[in-house]
């Protein structure tokens, strides 16, 4: 982690900000909606979390020279919403019976637990949905690029999934495993990057490769704390990769190079962050973090 950045008092910084605009994204059509659609789309997407995707889009545009305050700052949030609304998506209809059956999420029950399976699938449906119009609702001439790399790293991250299910039990090369790291999890989180630096006017490109080491790195992390972690540190059931023969990057290679293999990710993910100077303390910061974290 960043050496002297606090980092968890700018996540929180950053969940603050963005919480309201989740509320009321999570609001809209409420009242015209059928009730229970809306609560389990609300409890979807305010179930907390550490908000890590808007935090990368928010430092990626501070540190390719976006000014808060400025429309363009007002775009990124607007992104940053639409990527966590993507991400609460993924996860109600991962933790599914038919996919991960997972019980438990964020220390809460699962969505299907918490309402129904019916009602789980609808509303990650409809937290896809609001995504793109939270997006789209913005005039700015940069939205249909952002709307194209959001809907390109949404399908790669379905595409991934099916990877992941296809794996199980599988011997999957190392290759193999990376693409599925690459679409499950490095898509939405290339894309959180690129988006921050293109709403502050920078090429998206460079950004992209930087987030894409920094998603293989966060989900080796994850595959690791599944295998070393406890279930209440987690908030979400441990142990089930091994349980459901799930292909990871350390199955393959060994826990001690998979760790090796993160820290190298990070690593280069840094050294594309010099260019940038100070103004991206924060984003290095989150680099660190992807690996370093706890749950």
């Known amino acids: 982690m960043e050496p002297g950045f606090p980092i968890e008092d700018y996540l929180r910084a950053v969940s603050e900000r963005v919480e309201p605009r989740l509320a009321a994204l999570a609001g809209d059509g409420r009242a015209a909606g059928p009730p229970r659609l809306a609560e389990a789309v609300r409890y979807a997407l305010l179930g907390g979390g550490k908000r890590l995707r808007p935090a990368l889009v928010l430092a990626s545009f501070e540190a390719h020279g976006g000014e808060h305050g400025s429309a363009a700052s007002d775009l990124a949030f607007r992104f940053a919403v639409s990527v966590e609304a993507i991400h609460a998506y993924s996860l109600v209809h991962d933790d599914l019976p038919s996919m991960d059956d997972d019980d438990l999420r964020r220390g809460r029950p699962t969505v299907h637990r918490a309402f129904d399976e019916a009602t789980a699938i609808l509303a990650g449906d409809a937290l896809q949905a609001l995504a793109f119009r939270n997006l789209l609702a913005s005039p700015d001439p940069a939205v249909p690029e952002l709307g194209r790399l959001?809907?390109?790293?949404?399908?790669?991250?379905?595409?991934?999934?099916?990877?992941?299910?296809?794996?199980?039990?599988?011997?999957?090369?190392?290759?193999?495993?990376?693409?599925?790291?690459?679409?499950?999890?490095?898509?939405?989180?290339?894309?959180?990057?690129?988006?921050?630096a293109a709403c502050a006017g920078a090429q998206p490109g460079p950004a992209h490769r930087i987030g894409l080491d920094l998603g293989l790195a966060f989900q080796i992390a994850d595959d690791l704390l599944d295998l070393t972690a406890d279930s209440a540190t987690l908030g979400k059931r441990t142990g089930k990769d091994a349980e459901h023969g799930k292909s990871t990057l350390h199955g393959v290679v060994g826990p001690d190079e998979a760790r090796r293999r993160a820290e190298g990710l990070v690593d280069r993910a840094l050294s594309g962050l010099v260019p940038l100077g100070p103004r991206a303390e924060p984003l290095r910061a989150l680099a660190r973090f992807v690996y370093s974290r706890k749950k």
Do not use: C, F, N, P
């Open 150 to 196: 959001l809907a390109e790293a949404a399908y790669r991250m379905v595409e991934g999934q099916m990877r992941d299910i296809a794996g199980e039990h599988a011997r999957l090369g190392e290759a193999e495993v990376t693409d599925l790291m690459a679409t499950k999890t490095g898509a939405l989180v290339a894309a959180s990057v690129a988006g921050g």
